[in-house]
């Protein structure tokens, strides 16, 4: 099982990309955030495997 976060500051993208993620059975979203900041203060509590983040954010972008 692949746990995965989503990182986007546009709710309806990161609502969209959840549904589409929910259908491949080795994933498990473990945090879905709309800030950037409080899904890095999580990442040691969830300890995803991999990361969807947006590209452009307000805070910071998906590459900081």
């Given at each position: 099982?692949?746990?995965?976060?989503?990182?986007?500051d546009q709710e309806?993208?990161?609502?969209?990309?959840?549904?589409?993620?929910k259908?491949?059975?080795?994933?498990?979203?473990?945090?879905?955030f709309?800030?950037?900041?409080?899904?890095?203060?999580k990442?040691?509590?969830?300890k995803?495997?991999?990361?969807?983040?947006?590209?452009?954010?307000?805070?910071?972008?998906?590459?900081?």
């Open positions: 099982m692949l746990r995965v976060i989503i990182v986007d309806l993208t990161l609502e969209f990309l959840a549904h589409k993620l259908k491949i059975p080795d994933i498990e979203i473990v945090g879905k709309l800030n950037p900041l409080e899904a890095l203060a990442l040691d509590e969830l995803p495997d991999a990361a969807f983040l947006d590209i452009e954010m307000p805070i910071m972008n998906g590459i900081d």
